[in-house]
């Protein structure tokens, strides 16, 4: 595989449609650049379209194997399904539904948990997806925060109850050989804004308990993959946030929490950084603190070439000595992983 090959796998891409032929721009991508995953959505945000990648459950299994045949059955093919409000898959076309994590939450047990995961897990893996970005791991401390708290994402405020239920999630995913990334590191829960929108400083809100989810799912040896948020907090960096964070992913997330698994981005489209750095800064940085795999749903903003932009931008640094082809290796030696069935389905 050649270094240019490489870097296309280090990219996870949303596309337009749902269905695809020899000359889609996702197939394009697949083929020319080697494109690592893709993420499927329900909508199009950028068109105000109301359907998009997921029309029915007989239909999206026929786009991934289109899309894994595309790529000789290598692709990581994900999804955000978390159950309750973010749900990619519609009661209207036909998905069964299942409630959101502040529900299972308020159960002693994990009996709805675990029969929540279930459906959910057994769903995505006959269709053919391969990872869930999901479960959500932060914890509720603001019950008003406009992208968490007030869509019932995370299971409590308590750090045992959420590592217990997230744990109970990945088990469930495991056992149908799906895989998940816990997300937000290094936590979404008491920020009060939506960093889809802007810059969500966390500094005055953020606290050190947050991390203990995390912490805990780490040391459990389940955890195959971690979301970086792209959250400001002046006390992990004075200057940039996680996701272009070396002090926060390569020295709190590897090196304090001792994760040595493949670390995502958010969504690299999303308001928090676009509009702060340009695309070329926010692709050079992230990779060089340590983000392993850079998602770009192409779904609030439509770039049907966005895979090779991204690529010739690592090209570029690659050339000028702004990145390291060693830090390159190391992340795709990660992302390795990802294509690779869960070890721990128990």
């Known amino acids: 595989m050649t270094l240019k090959d490489k870097i296309?796998?280090?990219?996870?891409?949303?596309?337009?449609?749902?269905?695809?032929?020899?000359?889609?721009?996702?197939?394009?991508?697949?083929?020319?650049?080697?494109?690592?995953?893709?993420i499927l959505f329900d909508r199009l945000l950028a068109e105000k379209s109301s359907q998009n990648n997921i029309i029915s459950f007989k239909q999206t299994k026929a786009l991934i194997g289109d899309l894994q045949s595309a790529a000789g059955n290598t692709l990581i093919v994900s999804v955000d399904q978390e159950g309750g409000l973010v749900n990619r898959f519609k009661k209207e076309r036909g998905f069964p539904q299942t409630p959101q994590a502040a529900q299972l939450g308020e159960h002693e047990d994990t009996g709805a948990t675990t029969a929540a995961a279930q459906q959910t897990a057994g769903m995505l893996a006959e269709m053919g997806f391969t990872l869930n970005l999901a479960p959500v791991a932060d914890l509720n401390l603001y019950r008003d925060n406009p992208i968490i708290g007030k869509y019932g994402r995370a299971f409590s405020d308590n750090c045992e109850k959420v590592a217990l239920h997230a744990e109970c999630?990945?088990?469930?995913?495991?056992?149908?050989?799906?895989?998940?990334?816990?997300k937000h590191f290094p936590g979404h829960g008491s920020a009060r804004n939506d960093s889809h929108l802007g810059l969500v400083d966390i500094s005055s809100y953020w606290r050190h308990d947050e991390l203990l989810p995390f912490r805990k799912l780490i040391e459990s040896g389940l955890v195959d993959s971690i979301m970086t948020g792209h959250l400001f907090n002046e006390r992990l960096d004075?200057?940039?946030?996680?996701?272009?964070?070396?002090?926060?992913?390569?020295?709190?997330?590897?090196?304090?929490?001792?994760?040595?698994?493949?670390?995502?981005?958010?969504?690299?489209?999303?308001?928090?950084?676009?509009?702060h750095y340009g695309l070329e800064e926010c692709v050079i940085r992230a990779l060089n603190s340590g983000v392993d795999l850079l998602v770009f749903g192409n779904n609030m903003v439509y770039d049907p070439d966005i895979t090779e932009h991204v690529i010739t931008i690592i090209l570029k640094a690659l050339h000028n000595g702004s990145l390291e082809e060693a830090q390159l290796e190391a992340a795709w030696q990660r992302v390795q992983r990802l294509r690779q069935l869960p070890l721990n389905n128990i």
């Open 8 to 38: 296309g796998q280090l990219l996870i891409a949303g596309f337009k449609g749902d269905r695809v032929s020899v000359s889609s721009p996702v197939i394009q991508a697949i083929e020319k650049h080697n494109l690592g995953g893709v």
């Open 169 to 182: 999630w990945i088990r469930e995913h495991h056992q149908n050989g799906l895989q998940c990334c816990l």
């Open 238 to 275: 004075p200057k940039y946030p996680a996701t272009l964070s070396g002090a926060t992913v390569n020295g709190l997330l590897r090196g304090e929490l001792g994760f040595t698994g493949p670390v995502l981005s958010d969504d690299m489209q999303m308001q928090a950084i676009t509009d």
